[in-house]
C-alpha cells in the first residue's frame, strides 16, 4: 500500500492507508454483533472507518453470518487484508476458533488498536501483522476483505494479485466492495485474472464478492 510522501505531510491530509498517521487521537468504542453474542472494539482516528463500524463491513458481515460456507479444517490459515480495527477478523476469530486469523494492515494504528480488541475480547487466535511480515509460504483458506479501492485503482490491482496467490487450490475470498466504486468492473478483472468472481449479494450499495481458484 502506498506510503506517506513528503507532499503530504499534513495529518489532515493522510489516509487510513498511511503506514504511521500524524493525526491526532480520538479513541471511539463501538460493537459488532454476531451470531456468538457481541464483539466490544475501539477505533481511532487515522484508521479505516475511524467513526465505527463502516456500512460496507456491516452489509459483509452481515451476507457471511447467513453464507454456508465450504467447510475450514481445523489448524488452517485465515486473513483479513487492511482489518483496520479489526472488526472482520475478530468476526472470523469467532467463528473459526481452531484456525488462525491474520490480520493484516499497512497502518501501525490500526495494527496496534486491532491487537488491543482482539485481547479485549479474549480471542488469542488472531495474528496482527504488516502485509511484509507475512510467510509468503503460507496459504489461506479464506480471506474477508473491505479492501482499500481509494487506494487507487492499479494499486489495488497490485494487492489483490498478491493476496489472491496466496489463497489455499480451494479457497475463497469474500469482498465487499462499492458498486459505485467499481464492483462490477473488478469482478471482471479478477476474473480475468483466472479468479472466478460471483456476486454472492448486493445490498445498501455494496456488492459482496465470492471469488474462486481457478480449479
Not at 497490485?158 to 487450490?169: C, S
Request: contains cysteine.
Amino acid at each position: 500500500m502506498p506510503k506517506n510522501t513528503p507532499s503530504s505531510p499534513d495529518p489532515a491530509h493522510q489516509h487510513y492507508f498511511s503506514e504511521a498517521p500524524q493525526a491526532p487521537s480520538r479513541r471511539k468504542d463501538f460493537a459488532v454483533s454476531g451470531t456468538n453474542g457481541e464483539l466490544a472494539l475501539s477505533t481511532d482516528a487515522g484508521v479505516f472507518s475511524q467513526h465505527g463500524l463502516d456500512k460496507g463491513t456491516s452489509v459483509l458481515l452481515e451476507v457471511m453470518a447467513k453464507h454456508e460456507c465450504m467447510p475450514i479444517a481445523p489448524g488452517s490459515f485465515l486473513c483479513d487484508i487492511g482489518c483496520g480495527s479489526g472488526a472482520i477478523a475478530l468476526t472470523l476469530a469467532v467463528r473459526y476458533p481452531e484456525c488462525t486469523v491474520y490480520a493484516v494492515d499497512t497502518n501501525k494504528r490500526a495494527r496496534d488498536i486491532c491487537q488491543e480488541n482482539a485481547a479485549r475480547n479474549g480471542l488469542g487466535n488472531i495474528l496482527v501483522k504488516a502485509p511484509e511480515e507475512v510467510d509468503p509460504s503460507i496459504k489461506f483458506a479464506t480471506m474477508w476483505s473491505n479492501p482499500p479501492i481509494r487506494i487507487g485503482k492499479s494499486a489495488l490491482h497490485e494487492l489483490l494479485e498478491l493476496w489472491l496467490a496466496r489463497l489455499d487450490v480451494d479457497g475463497a475470498a469474500y469482498l465487499v466492495v462499492n458498486k459505485n466504486l467499481g464492483a462490477d468492473s473488478l469482478s471482471q478483472w479478477m476474473t480475468g485474472l483466472a479468479y472466478p468472481t460471483t456476486r454472492l449479494a448486493s445490498r445498501n450499495g455494496f456488492r459482496v464478492l465470492e471469488v474462486k481458484v481457478r480449479s
